[in-house]
């Protein structure tokens, strides 16, 4: 009854985007534009572009993309409540400066049409630059060679570099090139080309995004020289500010022809000249763009004028060269090799790549679930980022994690203010948003979500344990810590049974599985709330010896006492953490083994995702699971659960897990990989890998699914080289794939750089930077020095036959009130109906 199937071992279509380790290379133009505008975008965490042609169309959707910009909308409940969501927020497209629209005899490229002897596109993962060449033959018979190429700055966060070379291989012609930047929100291009589905402000999917009916980018200036333009705006709801300007340098053995003009919604340069055979004309443009919450956009456009000088006098190849170096030191900090294995090393790196895309630059805003790549998900930030990305900055990346929480350091009065609103103590983090807000209309699989403190919690006490940073985690990380404990204690309460025993309660939550909402004692919140409040009392102890003014200071502003702290880690020590005896598992919340059970092998493909295809009671009816819920925890900490416990809860749960969500299946693969279901492990892991690139799910047109790619690096290291970390103790019980030759990669902790080497026969490390440092391999403590140390292997763990994930355990078998545990498919309403009645239990399990 199980969802999970074989990815094949390469799903990706290689006659259209070849093999190639470094490097994502598009062979020949078309196809699924949504897909290839996603998987080819450019972006740093500030700005992002889709993959869009330079000429501007055919487009699936346009998109450029700044963190944080955004408009706001009235949420229209159809009966509303004290405490429902009230404020939308929807990332919005910023004007497109992509476009440079190319004719030759007055003819426009145009791929889908132009007969095209030569053409390949491609970025190379180490430049970080968006290349295309192509050889067009025009209308009229001349052969024409047109390069382009796009990039995006990780250097200047700001910043955004254009060219296009034309040159005439044979006849001549005259030749223009309209450089321009277009407000496809509000305004349509000479083709009639906008960015976004259109004007319509409800969507079937969920995960998509809305858009407007009313104009959103105000004009407020617009302004040009000889070479320079200038575009200002205000955002009509939210008040946000946009400054975008672009600068041109052209160059060709022939004259040139340039023209200059902006409107209130566009900017264009024209260049036109003659070319004979052998002559090229060169344009090069950069682009800036700077937004604020409310400054003015003349401020905005002093920003840009100062990014664009300091262009124009260092020039485009120190940018180029800037970005290279970049890149390497990225690549060094983070590079996931894995010899012999082509078509998931590519993978790999993708993947890697689209994280510095998203996390790089973002510079204390959040991180988007699709980053800058697509507009999917309202450009809102969830807890993905925080269980699923800020684990591999953390170990590679420290300063950028330092950036994704200090993020939420800042939204914590906002957190302060919702926690109140929902008569509770302490902060309460949304569990989605861009300015801090709760965005959730659907309070039951949104703001029901408690765990988002947690998470964020646990991020916070990672990053402290992993890079030593104590003095952010005594200045910051503390009132996080504080004030989402005092949240948990608030929340929940004693029950004391007739015995005489006692037990902590969180009721009325929903954990990360969103097709079991509202229920007691979500076993992933309490164990993570468990972990929060014990986190917060040693943290404010610590600070108290390590610094006891600032302690002081702390214990003032905060009003915290002692009493407080004890409360505190009684709640936690007293956290009921449920437990199933019959079937051995841990129970997802209190009562979800009343429920019948979801066949999912008898479910259509074409009704998957459920979410999209039944109504949420139907589905909140049954045990069947979005996302892992309980096996998440069993991963996160997994020091409070014995083997045992492990392998049964993960042979339970898998079946009933439909993998509707991105975020399972590199979880399911790491848990898989542990217990020892290793066939299962790589199957998971090739399904987070592929999401994308193989559009497993069929949304990569909307961006990146930025949490999965996190997700991959998680699976690599957690999963198949057995990495876990325990307040900072580091440990590795490795689980290489049998026809994996070698996987290594590096790791930073607490200053020190080393890099680990899994072959079957032994595991590796060598220190690379800072001082020497201790891990344990299988309980044996090693030593990390320069000279390297290999710890030999004698195995790669258990290995377990998977048909027991063929269906869901439990079938049949009698509930303590007598009833029989069944499986179906909720009837088409439209079938013939039958109304057995059993006489014999067998009788119940054939016809439900």
């Known amino acids: 009854m199980t969802r999970l199937r074989t990815i094949p071992a390469d799903p990706v279509d290689r006659t259209r985007l070849p093999l190639d380790e470094w490097r994502l290379v598009e062979s020949r133009p078309g196809g699924d534009l949504g897909l290839m505008e996603t998987l080819f975008a450019t972006a740093n965490g500030y700005l992002g572009m889709r993959g869009t042609p330079s000429e501007g169309r055919d487009v699936h959707s346009h998109g450029t993309f700044l963190n944080g910009f955004h408009e706001t909308w009235p949420i229209q409940h159809a009966e509303s409540a004290f405490g429902f969501a009230r404020t939308g927020q929807t990332m919005i497209p910023v004007p497109d400066s992509t476009v440079m629209k190319l004719y030759v005899d007055d003819e426009p490229l145009l791929l889908s049409t132009a007969d095209l002897e030569e053409y390949e596109r491609w970025i190379d993962f180490r430049e970080g630059v968006l290349r295309r060449a192509l050889i067009w033959r025009t209308p009229a018979g001349k052969r024409v060679k047109v390069e382009t190429s796009r990039m995006v700055s990780f250097t200047q966060r700001h910043l955004a570099l254009m ?49 407007f009916t009313h104009r959103v980018l105000e004009p407020q200036q617009d302004w040009h020289s000889e070479r320079r333009m200038l575009l200002g705006y205000r955002v009509a709801q939210s008040g946000m500010t946009l400054g975008v300007g672009a600068d041109h340098q052209v160059e060709s053995e022939a004259e040139v022809q340039q023209l200059v003009d902006t409107t209130p919604d566009q900017g264009r340069h024209i260049s036109r000249a003659h070319l004979e055979a052998g002559q090229s004309l060169v344009v090069r443009k950069a682009v800036a763009y700077h937004s604020s919450r409310s400054v003015p956009h003349r401020e905005l456009f002093d920003r ?15 940018q180029l060269e800037d970005q290279r170096r970049y890149l390497a030191d990225f690549w060094t900090r983070s590079d996931v090799r894995l010899p012999g294995r082509p078509v998931e090393q590519q993978a790999t790196r993708w993947c890697l790549f689209q994280l510095a895309q998203a996390a790089a ?11 800058l790549t697509g507009s999917g998900y309202e450009g809102h930030y969830f807890w993905d980022t925080e269980i699923y990305v800020v684990p591999f900055l953390t170990f590679t990346q420290p300063r950028w994690a330092r950036n994704a929480l200090r993020f939420r350091v800042n939204l914590l009065p906002k957190a302060r203010e919702r926690a109140r ?11 989605r ?52 404990a005092r949240l948990w ?54 600070l108290q010896q390590a610094d006891p003014a600032a302690h002081e200071e702390l214990r003032v502003e905060l009003e915290l006492d002692d009493l407080e702290l004890e409360q505190w880690e009684a709640c936690a020590d007293g956290m009921l953490i449920a437990k199933d005896e019959s079937l051995g598992i841990h129970l997802q919340e209190d009562r979800f083994l009343e429920r019948e059970v979801w066949d999912l092998s008898a479910t259509p493909d074409e009704a998957f995702p459920l979410l999209l295809h039944y109504h949420p009671l139907v589905i909140y009816r ?6 892992a819920d309980v096996v998440l925890a069993l991963f996160l900490r997994g020091s409070e659960f014995t083997a045992e416990e492990k392998r049964a809860d993960f042979e339970y749960y898998d079946p009933i897990t439909t993998g509707d969500s991105s975020l399972s299946a590199v979880v399911q693969s790491i848990m898989a990989a542990e217990v020892g279901h290793q066939k299962a492990a790589l199957d998971y892991f090739r399904a987070g890998l592929f999401v994308d690139l193989g559009d497993l799910h069929h949304n990569t047109a909307d961006g990146v699914h930025i949490a999965s790619a996190g997700g991959v690096w998680n699976a690599l290291v957690h999963g198949f080289a057995g990495m876990r970390h325990d307040e900072g103790r580091i440990s590795f019980d490795p689980r290489l794939p049998v026809d994996w030759p070698e996987l290594s990669f590096p790791l930073t902790v607490r200053g020190s ?24 391999v299988r309980s044996e403590e090693v030593r990390v020095t320069a000279a390297g140390r290999a710890v030999p292997l004698a195995d790669q763990g258990p290995v377990l036959d998977d048909a027991v994930l063929s269906s869901p355990r439990g079938l049949g078998d009698q509930r303590a009130d007598g009833s029989i545990v069944t499986s179906f498919v909720p009837k088409d309403p439209d079938e013939p109906w039958e109304y057995p009645v059993p006489t014999d239990p067998d009788d119940l399990l054939e016809n439900p």
């Open 163 to 211: 060219e296009m070379r034309v040159t005439m291989l044979d006849g001549a012609a005259p030749i223009a090139i309209s450089s321009q930047i277009i407000n496809r929100t509000d305004f349509a291009d000479d083709f009639g080309s906008r960015g976004g589905p259109g004007p319509v402000t409800d969507k079937h999917d969920p995960r998509q995004t809305t858009a």
């Open 304 to 318: 840009c004028r100062r990014t664009l000088d300091r262009v124009r006098e260092a020039g485009h190849a120190v």
């Open 361 to 371: 630059r973002s510079d204390q805003w959040g991180i988007p679930a699709k980053g």
């Open 421 to 431: 609103e929902l008569n509770q103590r302490g902060a309460l983090f949304p569990w």
């Open 433 to 484: 948003t861009i300015n801090g807000d709760e965005a959730s209309a659907y309070y039951a699989a949104g703001t029901a979500q408690y765990h988002i403190d947690a998470d964020v919690s646990y991020a916070f006490a990672q990053y402290a344990d992993v890079t030593g940073d104590l003095e952010f985690q005594r200045r910051d990380g503390v009132r996080v810590l504080v004030e989402t």
């Open 489 to 542: 204690s608030d929340l929940g309460f004693w029950r004391v049974t007739a015995d005489g025993d006692a037990a902590f309660h969180i009721h009325g939550v929903t954990g990360p599985d969103e097709y079991t909402t509202v229920v007691n004692n979500n076993l992933f919140t309490n164990v993570m709330a468990r972990y929060n409040l014990r986190r917060a009392a040693a943290a404010v102890r610590e």
């Open 622 to 627: 049954f045990q069947v699971l979005k996302q």
């Open 753 to 776: 750089r080393f890099t680990v080497r899994l072959v079957r026969e032994e595991i590796s490390f060598t220190l690379e930077e800072g001082p020497e440092i201790e891990v344990t």
